[in-house]
């Protein structure tokens, strides 16, 4: 069954065409891999879907709903969360409080509520630690709880980042380079991570350039290649495609 | 030293029992400061102790946008001068309104609201330096039409200002006056004192619960990474206006109380050096700490008027003359105090606790 449809989408930064009517589909309960190489528009790709970007045409269908041309909160709300591929946590706050914004959406006090510290307003913060704490056990730094986010380890950054992204309980869980810059074993804990979230019920789409963690994880992978969609299949019939082998260590000598 | 002054702190905050009656303390130095003053240092002591419990509160307001939202605002006066004037203008002869303060409280924190709205929905998709430009201008356009209100209709009577405005009376007794209460004589000063002290109290606990709260987690968010924050699901639209609205309806309160304690308002109190003024306070003091921002505005109020006083007979009686006036010394020596704040304490002088260990590597290491 369809998560996430797109059809037809392009996007053009000026004269450079960074997406060429790609189409995808994403299935519930899917590892979906998006690869390609550096410049072919997996990024662009992900700021269309989040809302960060507006598609020139195309459409998007979360679920039944079309998401085009909404606002970054909107998508949010609706159920795809995201990470970053340049880390993006809130520095100066807890790594607790990372997680409590993630809950901001799902969650309803306002200033009148805070003001007057209303019954409703402390019960729904009690809850909010609560399941905070549960998401930082869940990706496993319920240790660094207390600690400035700026002061944990790149891969606890990482990992912050998906407790940060899952606190928003989304339908659909997008990791752009989650394994970028991680050693061997940061790398397998990664790996067993995606793979609980998505026995948990979340579908994945994943943006990586680590191939060998791709093709292990992913039930699917699409190839991007100067914006176009060049394959899509299962990792092994994708690995073997001369068009892939083609776009990534180019074509045989002539 | 550090930690030995740390550890007695951690102690006291950490016995229930020390901790009461530390309050109670707190409670009755507070409530006999003004008593204290008048009988020893004289009566304007007490009035300018009430100018900086006003900017204590301008502070404050000013810290929800800059401290915990991260918006840089420099025109921030204008709805301390929106609140001033609402109170002039309801209050005084000059349309013969005399509206009851209980009024014209909320009417000033709900017009200098939705002045902080309408700045904030232009300025939205600004951010740090040309965010500051446009605020800027804004709180000059605030002055220069109450400067210039007194015609084709006079509303302001633009430079000259407006004169008698109305104290706050409760059951028809005026604050300003001295009354006599238990036995104990009470001057208009000392009364100001205790309810500006009141709200001041209430000013804090709605800053501390607001930080606390989901909104302003959501605050800290935006000022950290704002499209993480949208990515959070946050609309970063709705939050920011919130704090604009929320933070400008404390600068008006502090202005309406202003008007009516000065009994006289015009332009010239709201010009741009009195914007940088308060966010000199909330930076001075710990950007985005309510007690530092509390902190910075006492100092930067009381420590300028004590020079004021004491310079002039310094000089005098170490080189027998006045050699430089006590209004220049001043901003010398306020120049000099922030070039030195910033250098030696960057995150302000008291800083939020978390803020502070991630700038201190000496903390940090432990």
Not at chain 2, 10 to 32: C, D, E, P, Q, S
């Amino acid at each position: 069954m369809p998560l996430l449809e797109l059809t037809g989408i392009n996007k053009n930064f000026g004269g450079i065409q960074a997406l060429n009517d790609v189409s995808l589909t994403i299935n519930k309960g899917e590892i979906y891999g998006l690869i390609g190489p550096n410049g072919a528009g997996k990024t662009t790709l992900f700021n269309v879907i989040t809302g960060v970007y507006l598609p020139d045409n195309g459409g998007i269908k979360f679920g039944t709903r079309s998401i085009v041309g909404r606002k970054p909160h909107q998508v949010a709300t609706a159920g795809i969360a995201r990470t970053f591929q340049n880390i993006r946590l809130f520095q100066n706050m807890t790594v607790m409080e990372n997680v409590m914004v993630g809950m901001h959406a799902k969650t309803s006090t306002g200033s009148f509520g805070a003001i007057f510290n209303t019954k409703s307003a402390r019960l729904e913060e009690k809850m909010i630690q609560i399941q905070s704490m549960k998401w930082l056990d869940y990706v496993g730094i319920l240790k660094e709880a207390d600690n400035l986010a700026c002061n944990l380890s790149y891969g606890d950054q990482r990992r912050l980042e998906i407790a940060r992204a899952l606190a928003t309980r989304p339908k659909l869980l997008a990791l752009d380079e989650p394994a970028a810059g991680m050693n061997a074993t940061e790398t397998g804990e990664l790996k067993a991570l995606i793979q609980t979230i998505r026995t948990d019920g979340v579908s994945v789409l994943l943006i990586e350039h680590d191939v060998k963690l791709i093709m292990n994880l992913c039930d699917r992978v699409a190839v991007l290649d100067y914006g176009q969609k060049i394959a899509e299949d299962v990792p092994k019939l994708v690995q073997t495609d001369p068009k892939v082998i083609q776009a990534y260590i180019g074509g045989e000598l002539p | 030293m550090k930690h030995f002054v740390q550890d007695l702190w951690r102690k006291f905050t950490g016995n229930k029992r020390a901790l009461f009656f530390g309050y109670i303390f707190l409670f009755v130095a507070l409530a006999v400061l003004p008593f204290l003053l008048s009988n020893t240092v004289g009566l304007t002591w007490v009035r300018i102790l009430d100018f900086a419990l006003i900017y204590a509160m301008l502070a404050l307001g000013l810290n929800i946008v800059v401290g915990f939202a991260g918006l840089l605002d420099l025109g921030y006066i204008a709805f301390y001068a929106v609140g001033a004037y609402t109170w002039a203008l309801l209050a005084s002869p000059q349309f013969d309104l005399h509206l009851p303060f209980w009024a014209i409280l909320p009417i000033g924190a709900g017009m200098a609201a939705l002045f902080g709205v309408l700045l904030g929905a232009p300025t939205l998709r600004l951010r740090g330096d040309y965010l500051a430009i446009v605020t800027l201008g804004f709180g000059e356009i605030i002055r220069i039409f109450l400067n210039n209100l007194d015609h084709p209709i006079n509303v302001t009577n633009g430079p000259i200002g407006i004169n008698k405005i109305d104290p706050i009376s409760i059951g028809g007794a005026d604050l300003t006056r001295t009354h006599e209460l238990l036995g104990v004589s009470f001057s208009g000063a000392h009364t100001y004192y205790y309810v500006l002290l009141t709200l001041l109290f209430m000013t804090v606990v709605i800053c501390v619960r607001l930080e606390k709260s989901r909104i302003g987690r959501a605050w800290l968010a935006i000022r950290e990474d704002e499209l993480a924050a949208q990515a959070m699901g946050i609309n970063t639209r709705n939050v920011k206006l919130l704090a604009f609205a929320l933070g400008a309806m404390f600068g008006g309160i502090a202005g309406g109380l202003f008007a009516s304690l000065q009994g006289f308002v015009s332009p010239e109190s709201f010009g741009l050096l009195e914007s940088i003024m308060v966010l000199c306070m909330v930076v001075l003091g710990g950007m985005g700490h309510v007690y530092g921002v509390l902190l910075g505005a006492i100092l930067l109020t009381v420590l300028p008027e004590i020079l004021r006083s004491t310079a002039s007979p310094i000089q005098s009686t170490l080189f027998g003359d006045v050699y430089i006036d006590p209004e220049a010394l001043r901003m010398l020596l306020f120049g000099l105090a922030l070039i030195l704040v910033m250098l030696i304490r960057p995150t302000g002088l008291w800083p939020s606790p978390k803020r502070r260990t991630s700038v201190d590597p000496d903390i940090a290491k432990d």
